[in-house]
Nanobody, 124 residues
Framework: QVQLAESGGGLVQTGGSLTLSCAAS????????MGWFRQAPGKEHEFVAA?????????VYLNSLKGRFTISRDNAKSTVFLHMNSLKPEDTARYYC????????????????WGQGTQVTVSS
């Protein structure tokens, strides 16, 4: 069973950039499609991005994030990244990493494995 640990969140000004990392352990990382979700207080859980097992297919699901957020992975380091640019106050949320061995993430679903999340706060 895979364990996930996010890092890289913090406070950033509008227009700034952050890269979140999610380190996996306990299982073979390349067996999992990976994704990022976010949730802001009082708002619904949102699917941010997903990447397939080999990293050659990526998806950013929210139109508001296309062109600003990208997802990548390094299977040798068992890590998935979320690169966030041109950050806006509405990007403020807790960001969660998700792992899925079956590929549901690639069709807009969710995997069974979650990290604890990392907080991103964008100041105006």
């Amino acid at each position: 069973q895979v364990q996930l640990a996010e890092s890289g969140g913090g406070l950033v000004q509008t227009g700034g950039s952050l890269t979140l990392s999610c380190a996996a352990s306990g299982s073979t990382f390349s067996n999992y499609a990976m994704g990022w979700f976010r949730q802001a207080p009082g708002k619904e859980h949102e699917f941010v991005a997903a990447i397939n097992w080999t990293g050659d297919r990526t998806y950013v699901y929210l139109n508001s994030l296309k062109g600003r957020f990208t997802i990548s992975r390094d299977n040798a380091k068992s890590t998935v990244f979320l690169h966030m640019n041109s950050l806006k106050p509405e990007d403020t949320a807790r960001y969660y990493c998700n792992a899925d061995p079956y590929g549901s993430l690639l069709a807009g679903g969710e995997g069974d494995y979650w990290g604890q999340g990392t907080q991103v706060t964008v100041s105006s």
